[in-house]
Nanobody
Framework: VQLQASGGGLVQAGGSLRLSCAAS????????MGWFRQAPGKEREFVAA????????YYTDSVKGRFTISRDNAKNTGYLQMNSLKPEDTAVYYC?????????????????WGKGTLVTVSS
């Protein structure tokens, strides 16, 4: 599975962005998908996860109520809708796929990674 994240950009605090993760390969639908982010000088952290069929989602506490993860397996694409963005959300965002339950997903569980997309939130 090859993944490509897109949709990042510069937005003011309080604004919204939608990230997309396009996958190639027919097995995308058999993997859980996650979004991770890495801010300058910080470690990569988990943001959100969704099960292979989309029925189960999980979020880190700092984005609950603001971010929504989804996927369309027919289009081999995953999404991360980000609302009410804050300056502390500034980071490079990565999508990844792995055979792991969303509730316990961590970066070392992931089998495939896409190149990141930069999100910058100005105050």
């Amino acid at each position: 599975v090859q993944l490509q994240a897109s949709g990042g950009g510069l937005v003011q605090a309080g604004g919204s962005l939608r990230l997309s993760c396009a996958a190639s390969g027919r097995t995308f639908s058999s993997y859980a998908m996650g979004w991770f982010r890495q801010a300058p000088g910080k470690e990569r952290e988990f943001v959100a996860a969704i099960s292979w069929a989309g029925g189960s989602t999980y979020y880190t506490d700092s984005v609950k109520g603001r971010f929504t993860i989804s996927r369309d397996n027919a289009k081999n694409t995953g999404y991360l809708q980000m609302n009410s963005l804050k300056p502390e959300d500034t980071a490079v965002y990565y999508c990844a796929a792995g055979r792991v339950a969303p509730a316990v997903m961590a970066y070392y569980d992931m089998d495939y990674w896409g190149k990141g997309t930069l999100v910058t939130v100005s105050s």
